[in-house]
């Protein structure tokens, strides 16, 4: 998993025209969780937008006034116009407890379903799954080369190493649908 780093500064002053202030200055107030106590801390919009605006999943260093912790997001609240970050809510990482994250799907290889005429179909983008945060990838990557044709792969029958995948079993994460340009090339063919 990749790493980011992120200076912040504490906040003392927790209520509405503190958090007001604090976006007209260009930061996003935080919520760390998890830890022995819960932090709140500001920082500044655009080193936020490198950790949020991308489809991989970062393990953050959160460098709060000196002290370092280490922390994953857990929930970003967006400004409905701008879409810019308003507050976001950490969770913290400890080497010897699972963390529970949502990581994006990649697809490795060619279907042969889609070499037949089919169009592939990603369902899930990211799936949920639990491990330690040492074994958590940037990815998960799902070799649908031998997905053929109306076929599709389930939640439950995929596995990675030292993780646990915490949604349905029955739920399709990768799917190849026949096309109507394919389904009329069948039909046209058996004639």
């Not at 389930?154 to 596995?159: I, M």
Request: zero cysteines.
């Amino acid at each position: 998993m990749k790493t980011i780093e992120l200076k912040a500064a504490k906040r003392e002053n927790l209520g509405k025209t503190a958090t007001k202030q604090l976006r007209s200055e260009e930061k996003v107030p935080f919520v760390l969780y998890g830890g022995e106590e819960t932090l709140h801390a500001a920082a500044l919009l655009k080193d936020f937008n490198k950790l949020i605006y991308t489809p991989d999943v970062h393990l953050v260093k959160l460098n709060i006034d000196g002290t370092v912790h280490n922390a994953v997001i857990q929930d970003v609240q967006y400004h409905p116009v701008t879409d810019d970050a308003l507050h976001v809510d950490f969770l913290q990482v400890f080497e010897d407890k699972p963390v529970v994250i949502e990581i994006p799907v990649k697809t490795k290889g060619l279907a042969a379903g889609v070499k037949a005429g089919g169009k592939l179909t990603i369902e899930k983008r990211k799936l949920k799954v639990k491990g330690l945060a040492k074994d958590l990838p940037t990815l998960l990557e799902i070799d649908i080369a031998k997905l053929g044709l109306g076929k599709g792969l389930k939640v439950g029958e995929l596995d990675f190493e030292n993780l646990e995948l915490l949604n349905n079993k029955n739920q399709v994460v990768v799917s190849v649908k026949l096309t109507r340009a394919a389904r009329a090339a069948g039909t046209t063919g058996e004639e």
